[in-house]
């Protein structure tokens, strides 16, 4: 079992950067997918990004490709979601997610995740 506890959370303006991150304890963080949720007001929870065990292979939801970055230090047993170019439609609730499944497509959905976040608000004003 693994414990993951999200920060780095506020309110910023649109066009800012804000970075996540994502602190794991338990079992061997490097054993797990790792991913990045989001959940906004009223709708459902979605898929933002993933990164592989090693760090080598990352995969993002079109909504945030070339704005935001995942990274993973499997030393420190944590995760990062660097948010650039911030717009108000980002403005949700943020999970990170572990998964001990293999690397496949299957990652960019909520089931293949056992492990959860209490999440961490960020909030975009225009």
């Known amino acids: 079992q693994v414990q993951l506890v999200e920060s780095g959370g506020g309110l910023v303006q649109a066009g800012d950067s804000l970075r996540l991150s994502c602190a794991a304890s338990g079992r061997t963080f490097s054993n797990y997918v790792m991913g990045w949720f989001r959940q906004a007001p009223g709708k459902e929870r979605e898929f933002v990004g993933r990164?592989?065990?090693?760090?080598?292979?990352?995969d993002y939801a079109d909504s945030v490709k070339g704005r935001f970055t995942i990274s993973r230090d499997n030393t420190k047993n944590t995760v990062y979601l660097q948010m650039n170019i911030l717009k108000p439609e980002d403005t949700a609730v943020y999970y990170c997610?572990?998964?001990?499944?293999?690397?496949?497509?299957?990652?960019?959905?909520?089931?293949?995740?056992?492990?959860w976040g209490q999440g961490t608000q960020v909030t975009v004003s225009s």
């Open positions: 997610a572990a998964s001990l499944w293999s690397w496949s497509p299957s990652n960019r959905h909520l089931n293949s995740y056992g492990y």
């Open positions: 990164i592989s065990r090693s760090g080598g292979s990352t």
